[in-house]
């Protein structure tokens, strides 16, 4: 393909994931706000809440860091606006995307390759969220452009292994995907050893002097991420899944239908000499085989597989002598078989938290920070916070912090609620004086009920469905309210 095309293409890239900013409109997982957006909006803007990873220091500030000096910069523009504070961190990952896409499509040579890319539901669902997952993905797709897969590539100078190192310092999992690979280089060309080492240091100090900019004290993020969640298995306790979960569900719901061509495609190059093809499979089953020994497992975790399994799946399927129809056929199916989960998911499954944001946003518009108290009587997380709102007001949510010193018969906060609603909020509420109550209350649609002797003082504003499927049951919709009584005083 000839420059003006590939200038073409990576256009129309652009065009696609920045489109899609616009198009998906839903929450997926608390991560892309209170992991970045929230970190970031602190760094910035001097207010906001950190979570209890950012208060052990288990977490690299680089990723935050990144989206603080665009919000930094709206902030010197005065642009600083709740939309724009929403919408460019969100721009600068759909245009890392469209970059990384268009890596792939170099790496592969392939524009099959690439339309199974960008045609991936759950990759156009995630593509422009802040989550370090996609940033990790992006990373991972753009040093497997340029990693040298065979000796006939010769020196390929080092800008891998500058892409490689940062993806590993900002995100220490990433490592699983890369210790196989680089050992395989080192062993194969060693002279790279000493570039990787210096590669390294340069790193590790760029890492730590940032960590400790922004931390305020010295800390090593990498082994502080491996000592809680690995040896002291605190992520456990955000949820377990079986041994086999990655194989059974993770790869199903991602990959789709691709799922069964990659399982032909598997047999396809046991009788050929598709050497990378052979080299990726087993990177990509390392990979999930080492995140399925550990006990929390998320769709999201394996994000930086798609591409390898994608590209095993071009050169072992798509590439080999199959007729035009078929092919397109194929191609066909896919299509309608991503297109619906991509747009159910990216504009109607958990599209409460935004709207819930964006109605608050609105509703304190004109009132003065000092008047504005709002709780969350939600699961945890579950909205994003001051990045959204970008008023410092008081707001308080129900926390759910891991038993991080091992306490006996531990409950946090979240769960204290959702076990007795009624007994939690007379607690809190029922005996103080009601001028001290919370302006602004949001909670679920089935929880109402269940604390009526508090809500009763309140009017219901509105309510946003969250989704057609309630997680176990337990509700469907955001409730907001807005307290109306408020001359009475009582204990």
């Known amino acids: 393909m000839t420059f003006p095309m590939r200038k073409k293409l990576f256009l129309l890239l652009v065009v696609w994931r920045v489109s899609s900013v616009f198009v998906v409109q839903t929450s997926h997982v608390p991560d892309e706000y209170w992991q970045s957006l929230e970190v970031a909006h602190k760094l910035s803007f001097g207010y906001g809440y950190l979570t209890w990873e950012w208060i052990n220091g288990i977490r690299s500030y680089m990723y935050p860091f990144l989206i603080s000096l665009l919000f930094s910069l709206l902030k010197f523009l005065s642009l600083d606006t709740p939309t724009l504070l929403i919408v460019l961190p969100r721009i600068f990952q759909a245009l890392l995307t469209a970059y990384a896409d268009y890596r792939f499509y170099v790496w592969t040579g392939s524009k099959t390759a690439l339309f199974l890319l960008c045609i991936n539901w759950y990759w156009y669902y995630c593509a422009t969220r802040t989550l370090i997952n996609t940033f990790e993905t992006c990373l991972t797709i753009i040093a497997l452009s340029e990693f040298p897969w065979t000796r006939s590539l010769g020196d390929r100078g080092s800008k891998f292994l500058w892409i490689i190192g940062f993806v590993i310092f900002v995100r220490p999992t990433a490592i699983i995907v890369w210790i196989p690979l680089c050992l395989g280089l080192l062993y194969r060309t060693r002279n790279y050893f000493v570039r990787c080492v210096v590669i390294g240091m340069i790193y590790l100090i760029v890492f730590t002097i940032v960590d400790i900019a922004c931390y305020g004290r010295f800390v090593f993020t990498p082994w502080n991420f491996f000592q809680v969640n690995v040896l002291d298995g605190i992520s456990e306790q955000y949820g377990k899944n079986h041994l086999l979960w990655y194989f059974t569900n993770g790869l199903p719901v991602v990959l789709g239908l691709n799922y069964g061509l990659l399982a032909y495609s598997f047999h396809n190059m046991c009788e050929s000499a598709l050497a990378k093809s052979k080299t990726l499979l087993l990177l990509g089953f390392w990979t999930i085989a080492i995140y399925s020994f550990l006990a929390h497992k998320e769709l999201r975790f394996i994000l930086p597989t798609l591409p390898m399994f994608l590209y095993i799946i071009n050169e072992g399927y798509f590439r080999q002598t199959i007729s035009e129809s078929k092919k397109n056929f194929l191609l066909f199916l896919l299509i309608i078989s991503n297109i619906f989960p991509a747009l159910y998911f990216s504009t109607q499954y958990q599209q409460g938290p935004l709207k819930v944001m964006n109605f608050l946003r609105t509703e304190i518009e004109h009132r003065n920070p000092s008047e504005v108290d709002i709780v969350f009587l939600t699961k945890c997380h579950s909205t994003p916070y001051y990045s959204h709102l970008h008023k410092n007001v008081s707001m308080n949510f129900l926390t759910c912090e891991p038993n991080l010193n ?74 907001i309210y807005r307290k109306t009584v408020i001359t009475k005083d009582f204990r």
């Open 406 to 479: 091992d306490v006996k018969n531990y409950v946090n906060d979240a769960d204290y609620f959702f076990d007795n609603p009624a007994k939690w909020v007379k607690q809190n509420y029922l005996n103080k004086p009601l001028n001290t109550w919370p302006l602004y209350v949001i909670t679920y649609d089935t929880t109402a009920p269940k604390i009526i002797e508090f809500i009763k003082y309140y009017t219901q504003l509105t309510n946003y469905s969250d989704t057609h499927f309630p997680e176990h049951g337990k509700f469907n919709e955001y409730v």
